[in-house]
Structures are given as C-alpha cells and as structure tokens.
C-alpha cells in the first residue's frame, strides 16, 4: 500500500534447489528443501476427529440450537454481536471450498491490472501435515497457489478455541499451543490439528461458537491468501503475467516443486504482508452486511507462528537444529504484526464507516 512506508522486514524468496521452479511461502510456514518423496508419503488427509461428526446441512446446526447450560463455576458467555449464525465448518472437504471461495474474493477487489495477473491461478491442496501455504510457478512457468493439510487444521485449531475464549472466557488456545505446538517443533509427525478435550465437552455443541469459528477461519485464510496472492501479482514469483492458466501440478508432484532453498527477501514479504492485508481489508468491506475481514486474521496467524517459534526456542541458535522448517529459515514473525496493524490502521483512515 503506497501510503504506507515501507517496513524493513522479511522475506523469503525460496528459489528452487537448482530447479525451474519457484515457491514463495507465507513465511508461515516454510519452504526449505523437501523431497517428492515426503509428499508422496505423507499422511492422507483425514476427517477432524475432534467434534461432533456432523456433515453439512445435518444436526446440531439446522435442529434446536444447543445453547449452554450455566454451569456452576463455569465463565458465562460474553455478548455477541448480532449477526446471522454459519453454518459449522467442518472436514477437509468444507474447508477446501472455504479456501476456493475466499481466493475468489480476493480476487474480485484486486485492481484490474492485478486481477488480470492472477484471475484463474489454480489452487492446489498438498496433503502433507506441515503447516504452510504457497504461491510458486512449476517447472513450465504456470503459476500457482498451494496450502497443506497443515495449515487447514492450524487455522482451524486457532478458530475453534479463539472463538471458545471469545465467548466463553474459557483459555482453550494457549491450552492448545502449549499442548500442541511443542510437539510440532519436535517431530515432522506432529499435526497442527486440535486434539481432543481441548474445547470443553459441553461448548462443544454452541452454535455461535461454530459460527464465529468460521467467521476468524474466514478471516485467517483471507490474510493468508491475500499474502501468498501478492507474491503472484507484485511480481515475486516471476511467472504471473496473464497467461493462461493450468489446472495447477498434481499434489503428488508438489513435494518436488517445494523442493526449494529460501533465502531472505525482507522487502517483499513485507510488501506481500501489506498488500495482502489491504486485499483481505478491501474484500472484507466488500461482504458487508456480512463479517468483514480485518487484520484480526494477520495478528491470530502471525501470533500462531511466533508460538511456534517460541516453542522451538525463540529463533536462537537451537532453533538452528529444530525440525520445523521455517525455524531454521525465517525471521521472528512477531516482528511482522506491527506491519499488519499499521496498514490496517491506515486503511481504516481511508475507509470510514
Ligand atoms: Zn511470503
């Protein structure tokens, strides 16, 4: 965003390991060397075990709400704003659409010119449980987006106990993290996802709860695509320039097109960091009446990978030997939220109402 100074910060420009291909992450996750190999092998995606089964358009959401009983000692639910409920997000395939119609917004508020660039990218779901998203160019020079099972389950973990603490009072997300996340920078093995027992069995079922999980989820992916977006159209991967569009690679082939080294290129991820919090904005106030995005995504997932960080030793020199790939490869992301904030607060200057 033009009146914005420019920040000093991160970016990762992940050049491919002697290969055609180009990948730029979210500097969320992280790109260094992977091998087809672990694509290949990765766990499948399975069905979140952690709520109620409930496919769409089923019970609880469209029988009788289940309000919470007051419970002795238990923290009673904060005032709600007023908006329509969603319907619960749940499972791979409802957040993968989740994604492809988010995608689609952001797209509809870029300006023609960047419109032009990235109308038609296509996006890719990988299947491995590292949490990440991409924007790169395969090895014809099509561009794409990617994002992992990982970061579905992430970002599904932080909505479901974000909105819990939001509603209830309750401490569900740093119960989460500190359950969760020092495993993750332990073992390759580790999911992102939520685990059982987190969410107290009897929220579970509240219907605002869900709906207001799907309303930070939106928010969440927004940040996320309208970041990896701008890699595309600001000019980074290199290979967004109107062309016509592939069906996107093959998830199985993702594992070598990310087989990338990263280096540091602070300007255009924090170029990327501010176009695409002004995209995930500008769509945002483009879905009134309904939720509007805003920089609440960018701070939950910035804050989310500054956990990990922490977790994985603070970014010193054992991070150096952690596990995680973005520890040995990508500056504090705490550092980047002030950038957040600051486009958002100048946005919010220029968009009154
Ligand atoms: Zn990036």
């Known amino acids: 965003?033009?009146?914005?100074?420019?920040?000093?910060?991160?970016?990762?420009?992940?050049?491919?390991?002697?290969?055609?291909?180009?990948?730029?992450?979210?500097?969320?996750?992280?790109?260094a060397c992977r091998?087809?190999?672990?694509?290949?092998?990765?766990?499948?995606?399975?069905?979140?075990?952690?709520?109620?089964?409930?496919?769409?358009?089923?019970?609880?959401?469209?029988?009788?709400?289940?309000?919470?009983?007051?419970?002795?000692?238990?923290?009673?639910?904060?005032?709600?704003?007023?908006?329509?409920?969603?319907?619960?997000?749940?499972?791979?395939?409802?957040?993968?659409?989740?994604?492809?119609?988010?995608?689609?917004?952001?797209?509809?508020v870029l300006s023609p010119q960047n419109q032009a660039l990235v109308r038609g990218i296509p996006l890719t779901f990988d299947p491995t449980i590292e949490v990440n998203a991409f924007a790169g160019c395969d090895e014809q020079g099509t561009p794409f987006l990617a994002a992992t099972t990982g970061i579905l389950e992430a970002?599904?973990?932080?909505?479901?106990?974000?909105?819990?603490?939001?509603?209830?009072?309750?401490?569900?997300?740093?119960?989460?993290?500190?359950?969760?996340?020092?495993?993750?920078?332990?073992?390759?093995?580790?999911?992102?996802?939520?685990?059982?027992?987190?969410?107290?069995?009897?929220?579970?079922p509240d219907l605002r709860r869900w709906s207001r999980a799907?309303?930070?989820?939106?928010?969440?992916?927004?940040?996320?695509?309208?970041?990896?977006?701008?890699?595309?159209?600001l000019g980074h991967t290199?290979?967004?320039?109107?062309?016509?569009?592939?069906?996107?690679?093959?998830?199985?082939r993702l594992g070598r097109l990310l087989s990338v080294v990263p280096i540091f290129n602070q300007a255009g991820e924090a170029a990327s960091d501010s176009a695409g919090c002004v995209n995930a904005l500008d769509a945002g106030r483009a879905r009134r009446p309904q939720y509007e995005w805003s920089d609440t995504g960018g701070v939950l997932l910035l804050d989310y990978f500054a956990r990990i960080e922490r977790a994985g030793g603070g970014g010193g020199p054992l991070s150096l030997l952690n596990p995680v790939q973005f520890l040995r490869s990508h500056p504090n992301p705490l550092a980047r939220i002030p950038i957040v904030q600051t486009v958002a607060r100048t946005w919010r200057s220029q968009h009154p109402g």
């Open 1 to 31: 965003m033009s009146s914005v100074a420019p920040l000093p910060l991160f970016v990762r420009l992940l050049r491919a390991c002697g290969a055609a291909s180009i990948v730029l992450g979210l500097s969320l996750g992280a790109s």
């Open 35 to 108: 091998t087809s190999t672990q694509a290949s092998t990765a766990p499948q995606p399975q069905p979140p075990q952690y709520y109620p089964q409930q496919p769409y358009g089923q019970p609880p959401y469209y029988g009788q709400p289940q309000q919470p009983q007051p419970q002795p000692n238990q923290p009673q639910p904060q005032p709600v704003a007023q908006r329509p409920l969603l319907p619960p997000l749940v499972g791979v395939a409802a957040q993968q659409q989740e994604v492809r119609s988010i995608l689609a917004e952001l797209i509809n």
């Open 155 to 204: 970002v599904d973990a932080i909505a479901q106990t974000k909105a819990t603490d939001e509603l209830f009072g309750t401490q569900t997300y740093e119960a989460y993290c500190n359950a969760v996340l020092p495993q993750l920078v332990r073992s390759d093995k580790a999911r992102a996802a939520l685990p059982a027992g987190i969410i107290p069995a009897n929220l579970g």
């Open 214 to 233: 799907r309303e930070i989820f939106d928010d969440v992916i927004a940040f996320t695509f309208g970041h990896e977006l701008a890699h595309h159209y």
């Open 238 to 252: 290199g290979c967004a320039k109107g062309q016509a569009m592939g069906s996107g690679p093959d998830p199985a």
